[in-house]
């Protein structure tokens, strides 16, 4: 849900999640290229389409459709009026979310009608030809000298499963009040999608139109805003922007629209009839949900209230729903606060599980691969009527193309979420109401985009996600369940087994950053395919649309690129897991025999450490090779080896530094080589380094004499500012913020401390994070708006931020963060996949105690700061102003610990007290994992960035929405 300006508080419209900014979506005739793909050139003339036989611009099979459009040919216009029918669809541009490419596929057929318009304009019906191939299709006037024009878009889809779905697995936006129209509504339940997301605010059930949700089978998810709440129950009478030093409000900038306490009553008293006449299952309102991006210090959608205010209203608006649950036996969910990392600051700093009783679902935005809801033990075993906490994507809009539906769809489920959003509304479907002669008319245009959210609705819907069908290898192989058998309206008991669907894509990095991908290394080329047997029609492959794709000789034929397929069967008995185990047998082509993972050594070049390879048989059948290795400067053995791997088979290989000289600098460059002949030859180049834990006993006093002789790291590489972030606050100017400079640094230990020096870009002076005075941050009592003083209320806590927060990880800032990753996969206290799929498929929790290191500014005392951020037992937060602590917590390392910054030298000391685990695996001869991080400025640097063992991974350090690399290189010690 994004806004583009600031709205006050006596012109709040009633939905704050259709984007207008232009930087980030581009929709309808604003896509690139759509000009060009139409051969629009209209001169002096425009079309408006005002109905459709159909309703909404949406055909099933078989469907024939009237169109009837308002045209003004600017001068009387007597003769032909040609329409084409154009297929086209939409691409993806790589590394972009926002902007799709519009291209022509095929003319389709073209029709002429003959008209005689006033110049002032006049009606033309017509009832082309549309394809009958599941797609996206374009009607174009033609005046024939005088140009052509665009006159609508359609699709034409596969007939939707019929009824309504209390919690349906997807869901796309309503728009603003003003766009609502009986023929929005007809889009949904036209292209099989049944849930959607609106405003829930004050006095604005009205425009969440429950009756043409309930007409269209449609379900309402109410994001409870501000909503029409009276101006009177602001304080100040107005919404809050961030305040100059003078405290003067800035205006014309976003603003916080928290209302005053005293309106919780009368809020709880409209919500709770709302839910009471509108709840599931005699309504459409199946949950309800607190703001839309709730960030801490500004959002786009209006909230900019401590955490605190987000509490209270959050219990009131749980009572709310408890109390029409028990009077008129609804059964509507509660949940927030649109992201994970925003539940967790919010409802669990405190360590309490206070609210997990009112959290049956997470909302999510914009985490992609990173669902990490799923992996909270304690929301994921949740008892009651409820059930569990559900994972809810309400806002991540990165497949807003054909080519990336079904891919992102699919992936979606298989992190664990329980409803997918996946595609902005605005790319599937344009509202449009012209008023002709004082009539206003109905009008829904249907983009490409929906031909294959429509598709992913047919064969994915509520099917149930089982697996990843290859968890050690690729391609991506997306197994669902099939649905159970319908009885009349209702499917019921089982599933049917042989009614499940498998997605099937080669390559996932067109729909999320590569980085964040396992096997992202292994090349495709362009021919890549899976070949499997087509039992003599029994098995049948999809296009994303769901056009069936022809058999080749027999064989079911899957590319192996970056959009998605579908594999379904002809639903016989037995016939899914005979696909299913088709599929395991079948042959891969055109992808890379294996994956190549190099770790660091972990011991000094002149003990002749051992080089650890881990070589990964990505394809379903053996493969044997020729490995190769050769370390720049370094003499190893073997040099060369002959391997035969299984399919699927992962495998440590060693090669041990049996010669050459260490390096100043710590860096060797690797060339490890597999030649597998036929099946290809892989090449994998890094920048490898000694990583070793010095045993010493180091003076912290800023003087680095005492580092000399030690093993140094000078590899950290630059982190770009995460689409995460971007997306969360997209009216911040993110052009040109990148950080330069060179970091080293250097790790030693005794008996008593962990020692860690640095030489930085720069040191910034922050907070002193253990004395911060968090009612800095809020609004003092008496503020100016254009030279006129305002107070706020008598005994009402100032809640709204006056200015951004500053937190102790130091991101944006200049400082350093440490972490340690010791703690078994098995023992952490956080499950590490999603079910049905593999270790780090997605997000995952791998740093046990994280510290920031911070110089403190002159103006808050000076001096150094240590503050842990992580450490085991303890909740994960971000330590806002104004958040609760909990009994296990992060904060300031005393005693003992030391931290002297000199320029833009680091030095400490932290006890081993503060991390009994790390101390326990040294004790032990163990490795431990280590990593670092720069921050510097709006850029950062960060050790294990860029290297094949480790990953994008947000739990590595924090900001969790900033870009961070898997805490997975390992250190020896002496």
Known sequence: MKTQTILTVTTILTAFFRVTASAQMTTGSNMEDFGKAFGISARDWSVQQISCSQGANALWPSDNATFTFFLKPGRPYQGPVKVDVIQYGTKGKPGDWWRPVVFKIADISSSTVEANIPAEGGLVTVNPKIGDAFGGYALILDLGERGRAFGAACVRVPAPEPGREQFPTYAMDLGWPFEMSPAVFNVFKRLGVKGARTEGGYNTIDDAHVDWAMENDLTLMLTVGCGRTPGSQQPLGRGRPWLRPSGELIEGVKEDLAWLPSFDPEFKRYLKDVLIHHGWPKGPVNAVELWNEPWEGVSISG?????????????????????????????VLIGGACSSANTRDKLFCDGTDTFLPWLDFVSIHYQPLAADPVLEPKWMNRKGEYGRVRVWDTESWVANSDDRVAAVIASMRAMGQDRTAGIYAGNVFTSQKPRISGKEYAVAQVWAPGAAVAACQHFIGQRAFKEILFKNGLPWVFVFDGLPERMGNQRQGASNPDDGTVVVTGDLSASYDKNRLLFRSVGLAKDARMELSGEGGKFIVYDFYANPLPSVNGKIVVPLNQLGYFLRTDGSPGSFDQLLGAIARANIVGVDPVEILASDLTAPIEARPTLRLKLTDVLTRPVKGKLTVKIEGLVVEPSEQTLLLDGGESREVFVTVSGGAARPDNNYRLLATFDAGSDGTVVHAELMHVNWIA????????????????IPQTSAQSVATSQTEKAYLPFKNWDGQGGEGATTA?????????????????????????????????????????GKELSWPSGVRRYSYRRDFEIPSGNGKHNVQIAFNVIAPEKKEHLQFPPGTMARFCAYFDTDYEFALNRVGEEYGGGTEIFCLQRPGMMRKHFFPRQPKAPIDGGPVKGEAKLVVNDNGVECAIPWSTMPEVKQRLDAGQTVKFSLRVNNGAGAFELAAGRSVSKDNCFAFHNDWSTHWANELEFGAQ
């Open 695 to 710: 045993k010493r006993t180091i003076t912290v006093d800023g003087d680095l004499a005492d580092w000399q002789g030690i």
């Open 746 to 786: 250097w790790l030693a230990y005794d008996s008593q401390f962990f020692y860690f020096a640095a030489k930085v870009p720069h040191m910034d002076g922050l907070p002193r994070f253990e004395t911060r005075n968090d009612d800095d941050f809020f609004y003092p009592e008496k503020v100016t708006s254009k």
């Open 303 to 331: 909230w900019g209230a401590d955490c605190l205010r987000y509490r209270e209203i959050y219990t009131v608006m749980a009572e709310a729903v408890l109390e029409a649950r028990q009077e008129a036996g609804v059964k």
